[in-house]
């Protein structure tokens, strides 16, 4: 069922970088967080650079959910609602608060990152009810964009979905009801600068809308600093909560009040077991939950961000940066070698946690390496994505990474990889 | 953390109704679908008469989940998207489908039963695009109501609410574009008659949409043959996924191509890892998809499905009827006796599988009953709900419930609840 690991250390006059990697281990011995990945169930052998894609598996999750699977159902039953089912989600939203500089109470873990697009944006709209355009960048993760335009779609003549190619800030008018932009972009790995672009959305009177789902857990995030408007992410990249975790939602405490879903489920509801005729919504962001949420994976993804209790998200910060530069440093000698072009922002200041680079063998290359354990992934048209998730990738990690990649592209293994089927790994 | 069962045999001197436990017990023992129960983690004590509320468990689902979590999520990683991941909810749809009358392919398992509701309720609309009208019975569950509702404001002037009281085919007309009833209510058990309604919905020229939460898993459904247009249903009741498990919907055949759903999430996309510019909606019911499902609450339900793999619809409808129509006969007694109201209809054919009883201090009788093992629920103002769910449900659990509802009636001891915290169970 495992992989089939046939990433083996090469002898030393295999090695195909300068760099000695008796370096990196020196690094790991000196990384404060490199007893982290002890909590992390991961084969030794394998580098795992798909973090951003699904995280690693804590391994406190697997007890705790045998708990909620054999005692909470199986034994408690029904009575499990009252305590700990109805407040699950606050659990986990007050642990993911810390991480991106948002009160306790002002996030909702809830549905899907899609779903919570939908909610957010109909809120935008309808506290800006005299603008008409919904401003999206153009480069976002095409959820974003479809969710936008089925949302504008629905409403018909109401509201226009506006693309910017580009800046979004020179895209804003008076018509901009509410902009939604990825924080990090899942392709290139582009950091916004999320201070600037909120005041000059702000300063065109329009709400902003921020996907964190490529940051949350990796880059220290200050939502109320930034004075921020809304915001989602996803529970299962950094965050680590399992295969489709529920996603969570932030809605600045200014705007509670007056912010509605056109999700109204009972569990928004101001007294859920009222059963009501009229729907009232919750006081907060209790108002954003719709129907029953999918026990089982929000109490992985609770136990899950236990892992970043004691952690400062500033050294996590650090540690991603000091990886994917690391990363950069090792492969650079590559990108005249073999035509890559890295489609990532070199500054690490202006990136989130990941190395992209462009090749026209991405695919073959990416399936290569694959076979030999290092675990990247593939987006169209030819990027290779290398994530680097600082709770649990080791700098010796990055450089096995780069010496397998070197040595993939000099050998030209990866040509035999060109004609196989699209893998389908996200 | 189990429950205090307090539940003890009675001795035959204190047996407060006539019918003797061993005719009970004699049911049992031929009862074909006997044991079906021994695949619940169920102990023996416990009276459960709650799993329309929250299904048992499912015994294999604790070893099916710690094989998603340790091998699929911890070994295999990113890859398990390929194979089982992507296929999963499939899996789970094409389960159901046979349970409710529908093809395999016509069923898809996403979200929650709001979330659901929405999308057909919004497809609806579109297919009808000259009327103005979602017709629903004032008497479903709160959340159908609310999305209705929700909908509606998002739509503005276009749309309208309606909200029929009693028979629903007096309130149609040819404004009407959708129609929106629980098959069976979640507050008196009363049988919707599916055919009969279907059909006067597509003679007055609208769709309709059935909300099967109540009688998925426990009425023998005929989606195809009553020619249904919509469905949604619940996971967590009847089918036993575990708490919050993903809903299902259904989508005629006939209607799969033009359906759309205004939540236009990337797992509805016809070509996923193209992350095409466009949102192009998948073929079939695939389309209704959104983001990404939470891969361990779907592996549990897919898991608790298995249990009805052997099983026919038509002797779990006919067992289901058989429980309720016992506990009506015992506990006929109390009607005259304690002023209480038998709010299901009581001809078996009319409701389905849970009885509801008025009674003033119905909440105090609910708290004593749990505190003897006998786990029914209440619900506002007045009504206490008792479910049959005839996969783990003995005849010998009827007559012990009734019994202890004899008891507690006649002696008073409910009097003692009266004043203690609302409970908030589902």
Same mark, same amino acid.
């Given at each position: 069922?495992?992989?089939?690991?046939?990433?083996?250390?090469?002898?030393?006059?295999?090695?195909?970088?300068?760099?000695?990697?008796? #370096?990196?281990?020196?690094?790991?011995?000196?990384?404060?967080?490199?007893?982290?990945?002890? $909590?992390?169930? %991961? !084969?030794?052998?394998?580098?795992?650079?798909?973090? =951003?894609?699904?995280?690693?598996?804590?391994?406190?999750?697997?007890?705790? %959910?045998? &708990?909620?699977?054999? #005692?909470?159902?199986?034994?408690?039953?029904? $009575?499990?609602? =009252?305590?700990?089912?109805?407040?699950?989600?606050?659990?986990?939203?007050?642990?993911?608060?810390?991480?991106?500089?948002?009160?306790?109470?002002?996030?909702?873990?809830?549905?899907?990152?899609?779903?919570?697009?939908?909610?957010?944006l109909a809120s935008g709209l309808d506290l800006r009810p005299n603008r008409r355009v919904v401003l999206?960048?153009?480069?976002?993760?095409?959820?974003?964009?479809?969710?936008a335009d089925g949302l504008c779609n629905l409403l018909g003549d109401r509201v226009t979905l506006r693309?910017?190619?580009?800046?979004?800030?020179?895209?804003?008018?008076?018509d901009v009801a509410i902009?939604?932009?990825? &924080?990090?972009?899942?392709?290139?790995?582009?950091?916004?600068?999320?201070?600037?672009?909120?005041?000059?959305?702000?300063?065109?009177? !329009?709400?902003?809308?921020?996907?964190?789902?490529?940051?949350?857990?990796?880059?220290?995030?200050?939502?109320?600093?930034?004075?921020?408007?809304?915001?989602?992410?996803?529970?299962?990249?950094?965050?680590?909560?399992?295969?489709?975790?529920?996603?969570?939602?932030?809605?600045?405490?200014?705007?509670?009040?007056?912010?509605?879903?056109p999700? *109204?489920?009972?569990?928004?509801?101001?007294?859920?077991?009222?059963?009501?005729?009229?729907?009232?919504?919750?006081?907060?962001?209790?108002?954003? *939950?719709?129907?029953?949420?999918?026990?089982?994976?929000?109490?992985?993804?609770?136990?899950?961000?236990?892992?970043?209790?004691?952690?400062?998200?500033?050294?996590?910060?650090?540690?991603? #940066? !000091?990886?994917?530069?690391?990363?950069?440093?090792?492969?650079?000698?590559?990108?005249?070698?073999?035509?890559?072009?890295?489609?990532?922002?070199?500054?690490? *200041?202006?990136?989130?946690? *990941?190395?992209? %680079?462009?090749?026209?063998?991405?695919?073959?290359?990416? $399936?290569?390496?694959?076979?030999?354990?290092?675990?990247?992934?593939?987006?169209?048209?030819?990027?290779?994505?290398?994530?680097?998730?600082?709770?649990?990738?080791?700098?010796?990690?990055?450089?096995? !990474?780069?010496?397998?990649?070197?040595?993939?592209?000099?050998?030209?293994?990866?040509?035999?990889?060109?004609?196989?089927?699209?893998?389908?790994?996200?």
């Amino acid at each position: 069922m495992g992989f089939t690991v046939r990433f083996r250390m090469m002898k030393s006059e295999e090695v195909p970088i300068d760099v000695p990697r008796e #370096q990196f281990l020196a690094f790991d011995a000196q990384d404060p967080l490199a007893e982290v990945r002890e $909590r992390f169930v %991961l !084969a030794d052998e394998l580098i795992y650079l798909d973090g =951003n894609s699904l995280g690693a598996l804590p391994k406190a999750v697997a007890g705790r %959910l045998a &708990h909620t699977v054999e #005692q909470e159902w199986g034994v408690r039953l029904v $009575r499990s609602w =009252n305590d700990p089912w109805i407040d699950l989600w606050r659990s986990a939203g007050g642990k993911i608060a810390r991480l991106i500089g948002a009160r306790g109470e002002d996030v909702a873990v809830a549905d899907s990152v899609s779903v919570n697009l939908f909610k957010l944006l109909a809120s935008g709209l309808d506290l800006r009810p005299n603008r008409r355009v919904v401003l999206i960048d153009d480069s976002d993760f095409p959820t974003d964009r479809y969710v936008a335009d089925g949302l504008c779609n629905l409403l018909g003549d109401r509201v226009t979905l506006r693309r910017a190619k580009g800046d979004l800030r020179r895209a804003l008018d008076d018509d901009v009801a509410i902009v939604l932009s990825s &924080h990090a972009s899942y392709l290139t790995g582009a950091l916004a600068d999320m201070r600037a672009v909120t005041h000059a959305v702000h300063e065109a009177g !329009a709400l902003m809308l921020w996907d964190l789902s490529h940051t949350a857990g990796v880059v220290d995030i200050d939502l109320s600093g930034c004075d921020v408007d809304f915001a989602v992410g996803c529970g299962y990249k950094y965050l680590s909560g399992g295969p489709g975790a529920p996603s969570f939602l932030y809605v600045a405490p200014r705007l509670q009040d007056e912010a509605r879903t056109p999700l *109204q489920g009972w569990l928004g509801h101001e007294d859920i077991f009222a059963f009501a005729d009229h729907y009232r919504p919750a006081p907060g962001v209790e108002r954003f *939950q719709c129907g029953t949420w999918p026990v089982l994976s929000l109490s992985a993804l609770d136990e899950a961000l236990d892992v970043f209790e004691a952690l400062d998200m500033a050294a996590i910060r650090a540690k991603s #940066q !000091a990886l994917s530069a690391r990363f950069l440093e090792l492969i650079e000698p590559l990108i005249d070698r073999h035509g890559i072009t890295v489609t990532t922002p070199i500054e690490p *200041q202006d990136r989130g946690s *990941q190395i992209s %680079l462009s090749h026209p063998d991405g695919y073959a290359v990416i $399936r290569a390496l694959i076979e030999r354990g290092v675990i990247g992934d593939f987006r169209m048209p030819d990027i290779m994505r290398f994530g680097f998730a600082p709770l649990y990738v080791r700098f010796v990690d990055v450089w096995d !990474a780069a010496a397998a990649l070197t040595d993939v592209l000099d050998s030209g293994s990866y040509r035999a990889e060109r004609f196989r089927a699209r893998t389908k790994v996200t």
